[in-house]
């Protein structure tokens, strides 16, 4: 799927249960998990400091937006999926660019989302 080896993504995800499912997902794909990270905290010290292809965020992590994290992907030129169980429009204009998982979402959504962002994974760091 990843220019023949295993795609390594960051899952950040607050609530255990949904954290397993993707986690699972992602192994199913044969991918590698990074993390996951529970908190905000967790997910940022990743964000700056760990090696990965992908990051799937959930839009909040005990009640707090991970804009910030996503700034520092965007930075460091990696993609990311956002994750909500809100509407998608909770997501900036600025992150226009990123895909959006409505939760609850299908394994071959999850499988699609993935496929379609490693598709098109060019992505360039930003001037940051």
């Known amino acids: ?3 023949g080896r295993k795609p390594r993504v960051l899952i950040v995800e607050d609530e255990t249960m949904i954290s397993m ?3 699972d997902m992602v192994c199913d794909i044969g991918g590698h998990v990074v993390g996951p990270a529970a908190s905000f905290e967790q ?3 990743l964000a700056l400091e760990t090696d990965f292809d992908l990051a799937v965020l959930d ?12 700034d520092v992907l965007r930075c460091r030129g990696i993609p990311f999926i ?3 169980g809100y509407d998608s429009s909770v997501v900036p204009e600025r992150y226009q660019h990123a895909r ?3 939760k609850p979402f299908s ?4 499988n699609e989302t993935l496929e379609g962002v490693f598709a098109r ?5 930003a001037a940051c």
Do not use: C, R, W
């Not at 839009?59 to 996503?70: C, F």
């Not at 994974?121 to 760091?125: D, G, I």
């Open 1 to 3: 799927m990843h220019n």
């Open 21 to 23: 499912l993707i986690e």
């Open 43 to 45: 997910a940022m010290t």
């Open 59 to 70: 839009v909040k992590l005990d009640g707090l937006v991970v804009y910030p994290i996503a």
């Open 82 to 84: 956002f994750m909500t």
């Open 100 to 102: 959006v998982l409505s």
């Open 107 to 110: 394994h071959q959504t999850f």
């Open 121 to 125: 994974a060019s992505v360039a760091p």
